[in-house]
């Protein structure tokens, strides 16, 4: 698990994060927000489902699932995923140049927490 609770991410902000995904995980999620209880951002791709799932968290509740069936990468890839930060919504970009955006629901300006966990280990990240 990699975790940072001073990242100062601010609107108009892109974050880099490049990565390996381990030969056999089911999945793994970038997480971003306050705290691991309110998350603006959970970027979840699922390997066992072939989905990408983004969600939002609020006091530790789940919000409603958005559900992205183009997983344009695989298990042993190395990877490098690039988040941007914009006023309404997260924008993530993914290789093959493929991109899913996410509302950012609860309107924040500066996320200061960030999370990796599952199989992928981070190599390098940039804000």
């Known amino acids: 698990k990699f975790e940072i609770f001073n990242l ?15 030969e056999d995980t089911d999945g793994f999620s970038i997480n971003l927000g306050c705290k691991s209880s309110d ?24 919000e409603a699932e958005h559900r992205d069936s183009h997983l344009s990468f695989s298990r042993g890839s190395s990877v490098k995923i690039v988040i941007e930060m914009l006023a309404d919504k997260f924008q993530v970009k993914l290789p093959e140049g493929h991109e899913v955006e996410f509302p950012n629901r609860h309107c924040y300006d500066k996320i200061s927490y960030m999370s990796v966990k599952g199989g992928f280990r981070v190599t390098s990240f940039k804000l």
Do not use: Q, Y
Not at 39 to 61: G, Q, T
């Open 39 to 62: 998350l603006a951002l959970h970027f979840n791709p699922r390997f066992n489902e072939s989905v990408i799932v983004c969600n939002s968290r609020c006091s530790n509740a789940w």
């Open 8 to 22: 100062d991410m601010k609107t108009g902000d892109t974050l880099k994060i490049k990565g390996k995904i381990s």
